[in-house]
């Protein structure tokens, strides 16, 4: 009968464990990579060592993961779409990006809000899904669908941060808004901790994303490190050679970058000061990535959870004279992190696939055995890093890992799509002023890593003050030879041959125009 009984036990454990796996997404706001504040890290040092150990000694590095847009709102739809952008823009309906149209930085709303991967994890895997933090800067005041629990903003502030609420325990249904005392990226991790731990054993796999404030501007850290400074740390940011630079090295640079005044003393002191506080925020998102993976721990579910960690695209520090901010095709805004740690990753790895955060939904899809959408853009990344013989591995995993083509990895692309519309001049005064962007500033590129092109970054620019441009009356043109120019300073379009630069023409239009499938 003992042996009966434990038979029955074992069935019922087995019958119990979730056949597909849970998945926490950590979505940090401007965190550079090129400038050593996320990873891989920079000359040992980081704002962060509880997510190097938690994420990337445990996990996989990528080392070639981009974003396609480098700024907040259509980074984040892209992301939550798997879509690139010119097939989620709002067309000839954009006026002065007024919100009330629907626009978020010239995307159109609803084809994010109708059609994000979270809503496709609900309703065809059986998930229920949480969002806590930023979601899209136009943050609707109602949970999107597929949202199960929401506790959203655009960003917001840093204290007496306000969130829409919807479906969260200990909170009524409407707007929530904090104190003084309460900081942002602390509410947000509270918040969606508490909302594992009453989910994470249900009768359902889960998704929560995480998306905290830092280390956007104005960056203002927690009280407890807002003066650390670690003596090991860099007395100044990173300062290359595109650092104040001077006109004459941008003179073959479009006109947002030629035109930049020179970086004043004053103004180099508070970028200083701006790098120490972004560094000082973040060190609040370790915390947070660490207490969810220990909580985790604590709840046993780490042999059925991933964890992803990135960033909605990088960040400039001085880098062509442009105090702080994003917005360029240039590496330092394009280039980011991505971590992932869970069943089947070999631990304290790094992984060179191309790609970027579109690829993201057809991954959370793919772990979850789904199908992707024939409109979504992105691809699963799951098979470059999951081994699916791994014991742990669910079911789910290994169904879409055996299912792809066999010539999965052998047809990946080998190039990546940039693409940006202008959106406005942006400002900053320390106490000069710099403009970040100009109606110049509207691009499509192409980046590859090696090959035909090799390690390259190609551009195309059109003048359009309102953003509402197809590229059918380029002006102007940037090609860099990335592997031995690194900080982009010399433009070698006027020493390219013509064949070249058709050919990259070709391509780049072949990106600008695909649309699901079709997309490399």
Known sequence: MK??????????????????????FFLTDDQDQ??????????GVTPMPKTQVEMADKGTTATNWFIHTPICCPSRSELVTGRYFHNIKKVNGCPNQDPE??????????????????????TEGGYTVGIFGKYLNNCPSKAPPGFDAYFANGGGTYYSPSFAVENVDGFKDGMWHGTKDNYTTSVVGNVSNAWIRKVANGDKPFLAYIAPKAAHEPFLPSPWYADHWDPSWPETEPRPVSWNSSFESRA???HAISSVPMITAGAAANITEVFKNRWRTLMSVDD?????????????????TYFFYSSDHGFQLGEFNLPF??????????????????????ANTEFATLGSQVDLAATWLGLAGLAKPSLMDGKSIVPFIVDKDHPDVSESTKKHIETLPSDYAATWRDSMFIEYYYNDYNTKCIPNCYNIEDPSNNYIGIRHLSGEFGNTMYGEFQTNKSGETVFDNVDFIEYYDVANDPW?????????SKQTLDALHNKLRMWYHCSGDSCP
């Open 3 to 24: 042996q009966v009984a434990a038979l029955i036990a074992m069935a019922a454990a087995t019958q119990a464990a979730p056949s597909k796996p849970n998945i926490v």
């Open 34 to 43: 090129m400038l050593g504040g996320s990873f891989p890290i920079h000359n």
């Open 101 to 122: 149209k629907g626009c978020c930085m010239h995307i159109d709303e609803d084809l994010v809000n109708n059609y994000t991967v979270a809503n496709a994890l609900k």
């Open 252 to 254: 073959d640079h479009h």
């Open 288 to 304: 947070l990535i660490h207490d969810t993976i220990a909580l985790c721990e604590e709840l046993k579910i780490m042999d059925n």
């Open 325 to 346: 901010d994003k917005r360029h095709m240039y590496e330092f805004d394009i280039r980011i992190h991505l971590l992932v740690r869970g069943p089947g990753i070999k």
């Open 488 to 496: 982009e300073m010399d433009n070698l379009y006027n020493s390219t």
